[in-house]
């Protein structure tokens, strides 16, 4: 009898337990634990927890640079005149310092006004941060009255010039830095998701403290027909036949011990060393900053995708290129083709974005670039492209980022690979990841939708290789916690599924996986997804 009563204490507990999971509406995660048990190594999941500035430790800090107030560079808020030029006087006293506080007053100031020149704001030095007095109401807000254009070309309105369409125009704020460079040297043995060191031929050219690239671009048809495998080689993919499969993956260098290389950062990827890995030098510039202002275009029109080179990229406001370590934080976008764009870049953050007013083609994105976190984005513009990736970008996490139910997050094509999207809550359709059929697959290894909300209607048997579309074409991915709709997938179309219809514990993986290797969540991240 006590025997008995026993059990039936333990079966009541059990079922308390379960009943209390069901409360609360979350499911314990078994790919997650085994992530847990294995420390990270040689497991399916990738370790996204260092994407962003400082490997999202610690909160992003404004330095103690010297001030450079626009308005002593001839600047006036509110005047209707130009102050593209005093921004640009600024921005170069500021390099000509070796960094600096680039200070917006409160009101509007003006740029691309009819007098002044379409080209770019450029920032060529590290260490330029540019603060307003806040992005809301009564803040700081930069205006672009006209669209971007080439340099010295006429400006048409269909976006031609001359017998030639353009594709695209330039951001009106730019970064423009090529930052990867010459190869140094070649890795020798394979290495697994998760290891943080490699062996390579000769490590005389690497020391301690470096940013490198771990590089791989092989054209070899059987080298691709691995790589992409369950994917079937398409002739149609140009871009993967032409440069080759393509893994780009940026890492600081923690030591150098004879031919062993270490690193600060894990492997997002499991690196087959007969495919012919190379070491490459890497130089970003570092430390640019953007904060507290509203850029504002004076996009007026419903956007059409591929409609004109204006409506696809004229009204532009930043492309941080080359960059490491840098960020636009607590800042709004309204009326314009497109936000934020790190492209080949590297452990820097988009935080707290708000987009409005006229959707236009791109949200905030990242492109080509290695542990970029795109966090708290809310997407009310309906912008074509949501958040998202593009180009062989690695380890890039898209974390508690809102977008409206008709539209769907950004993969454009090129091999982006290991990839979060963690509590992501929008529409889930394939029309709208973007990349031409000659740059596909939209995405390879290690695309992660962590507790996906879905606003729209369910999909049955949702597939991620359409079979009547030249477009739209991924990896399987690792699809947890997929819940809000009701869409179900083709399961030969996905590598590992958990918990569909209902969301997983952690609700986070990233928080989650910062939190096992620090120890807990820091603070920083407690107040942001409180806010």
């Not at 059929?437 to 939708?449: E, F, I, Q, W």
Request: hydrophobic share 35%.
């Amino acid at each position: 009898m006590k025997r008995y009563l026993k059990i039936l204490n333990i079966l009541s507990f059990a079922a308390c337990i379960i009943l209390l999971a069901n409360q609360t509406g979350f499911a314990q995660c078994k790919i997650f634990d085994e992530f847990k048990a294995k420390k990270g190594v040689g497991t399916q999941l990738p370790d996204f927890s260092y994407a962003g500035v400082g490997y999202s430790e610690k909160e992003i800090q404004t330095p103690n640079y010297k001030i450079f107030d626009v308005t002593k560079f001839g600047a006036v808020a509110n005047d209707d005149k130009s102050d593209k030029q005093a921004i640009i006087k600024a921005i170069k006293a500021a390099e000509a310092n070796g960094s600096g506080i680039i200070k917006f007053p409160a009101g509007r100031f003006r740029i691309n006004e009819d007098s002044d020149e379409r080209i770019p704001i450029s920032i060529t030095k590290g260490n330029i941060v540019l603060k307003g007095a806040g992005a809301g109401e009564g803040g700081t807000e930069i205006f672009m009255k006209n669209h971007m254009q080439p340099v010295g070309q006429a400006d048409r309105e269909d976006g031609k010039y001359g017998n030639k369409r353009v594709k695209g125009l330039k951001s009106i704020f730019e970064v423009s830095n090529k930052a990867y460079g010459k190869a140094l040297t070649g890795v020798t043995k394979d290495a697994v998701k998760g290891a943080f060191s490699v062996s390579v031929k000769d490590a005389s050219k690497v020391k301690e403290g470096d940013w490198i690239l771990l590089s791989l671009e092989n054209n070899d048809p059987k080298v691709i027909e691995e790589g992409i495998a369950p994917l079937k080689p398409d002739p149609r993919w140009k871009q993967l036949y032409d440069i080759g499969l393509t893994i780009h993956e940026v890492h600081k260098v923690a030591k150098v011990e004879g031919k062993n290389v270490t690193f600060v950062e894990p492997l997002r990827f499991n690196l087959k060393s007969k495919w012919g890995f190379k070491i490459r030098a890497c130089k970003f510039i570092e430390g640019v900053g953007v904060e507290d202002i509203a850029f504002v275009g004076n996009y007026q029109e419903e956007f059409v995708h591929h409609g004109s080179a204006i409506h696809d990229g004229g009204w532009k406001f930043w492309q941080m290129g080359g960059v490491n370590q840098s960020w636009v934080k607590d800042c709004r976008f309204k009326n314009c083709s497109g936000s934020i764009s790190f492209n080949y870049s590297a452990y820097s953050s988009a935080i707290n974005i708000k987009i409005e007013g006229y959707g236009g083609h791109t949200a905030v994105r990242e492109s080509g670039s290695t542990g970029i976190l795109i966090a708290k984005v809310d997407d009310t513009a309906s912008v074509w492209h949501a958040v998202g990736v593009a180009k062989p970008g690695i380890g890039n996490v898209i974390w508690r980022c809102n977008f409206p139910a008709s539209r769907c997050w950004e993969s454009h094509a090129t091999q982006p690979r290991a990839t979060l999207f963690d509590c992501t809550k929008g529409g889930f359709t394939s029309g709208f990841a973007g990349g031409a059929p000659t740059s596909m697959p939209n995405h390879l290894h290690d695309l992660v939708l962590w507790n996906y909300n879905e606003i729209d209607g369910a999909e049955k048997d949702f597939e991620f290789q359409k079979t009547n579309s030249k477009y739209w074409k991924f990896y399987p991915p690792i699809i947890v916690g997929f819940h809000g709709g009701g869409t179900t997938f083709k399961s030969e179309h996905v590598q590992y599924i958990e918990s569909l219809g209902k969301p997983v514990n952690p609700e986070s993986l990233f928080e989650a996986q910062l939190a096992l290797r620090l120890g807990k969540l820091p603070q920083w991240l407690v107040e942001l997804k409180k806010n």
